[in-house]
């Protein structure tokens, strides 16, 4: 079978498969979006093991199934309506494989995508060296304004960490995207990681390039959210 063919029968078997496409639009109407649903398409990537497809369960459906998930073979994608600032936006997931062999079938995805969560693992170096070409791929494939968050993942496994937090903070640093760590196993951060990037891209809509408007703050409202958790969050 070929690999196109191996997508497509992987993606009918999904349990969460979109069955039809978003076609609600926004539009402007004196700064507030006039349409009940937003559709952004968000896509989870980074090498396989991250824990991508967890972290996806994890959002959609508030629970983490262990040792119930083999490596994801091509793409398959779930959507999610969240109410963000009392408008109703859709996003629209994608989970990808973060084997070699499919790399160049995620490339194509990327050129649609409003948002990217790019994740390691804070138990495996390897990773977390490998995100710089991760990086690399999204800046060559993906559009230029397209939010990028970097995601930590696995932080409740800490006695087998061997990335300090600080390490992940100085790389988003030095890429200027927003970080925290996640646990796809307690659901630590996860939703505050999906809710950010639904903030950002629906004040996008509503403001766009406007030089009078003001601009939401990714970092600042991840951080005061930090502030509300205490001590207990794994930012």
């Given at each position: 079978?070929?690999?196109?063919?191996?997508?497509?029968?992987?993606?009918?078997?999904?349990?969460?498969?979109?069955?039809?496409?978003?076609?609600?639009?926004?539009?402007?109407?004196?700064g507030l979006l006039s349409c009940c649903v937003c559709c952004w398409q968000t896509i989870l990537v980074g090498d396989s093991g991250v824990g991508k497809?967890?972290?996806?369960?994890?959002?959609?459906q508030g629970k983490f199934?262990?040792?119930?998930?083999?490596?994801?073979?091509?793409?398959?994608?779930t959507n999610k309506v969240v109410?963000?600032?009392?408008?109703?936006?859709?996003?629209?997931m994608w989970d990808t494989a973060g084997q070699e062999r499919f790399r160049s079938v995620t490339h194509?995805?990327?050129?649609?995508a409003h948002a990217l969560l790019l994740l390691y693992d804070i138990t495996s170096k390897s990773s977390f060296d490998n995100i710089r070409a991760w990086l690399t791929e999204i800046h060559e494939y993906a559009q230029r304004d397209v939010v990028i968050m970097l995601?930590?993942?696995?932080?409740d496994m800490a006695?087998?960490?061997?990335?300090?937090?600080d390490e992940g903070e100085k790389l988003a640093r030095e890429y200027s995207v927003p970080f925290m760590e996640t646990s796809a196993k307690t659901g630590v951060n996860v939703d505050l990681?999906?809710?950010?990037?639904?903030?950002?891209l629906k004040h996008r809509a509503v403001h766009g390039q406007q030089p009078n408007e003001p601009t939401f703050q990714i970092h600042e409202y991840i951080e005061s959210q930090k502030e509300k958790s205490g001590c207990c969050s794994y930012f």
């Open positions: 079978m070929g690999t196109v063919a191996l997508i497509d029968a992987h993606i009918d078997s999904c349990t969460h498969v979109l069955t039809h496409v978003c076609t609600h639009k926004y539009t402007h109407t004196r497809t967890s972290l996806l369960v994890q959002f959609d199934i262990p040792g119930s998930f083999s490596a994801t073979v091509g793409i398959c994608f109410t963000v600032d009392n408008v109703k936006v859709k996003l629209q194509a995805y990327y050129r649609d995601l930590g993942n696995k932080a006695s087998e960490r061997v990335i300090r937090r990681a999906f809710i950010a990037v639904a903030k950002e």
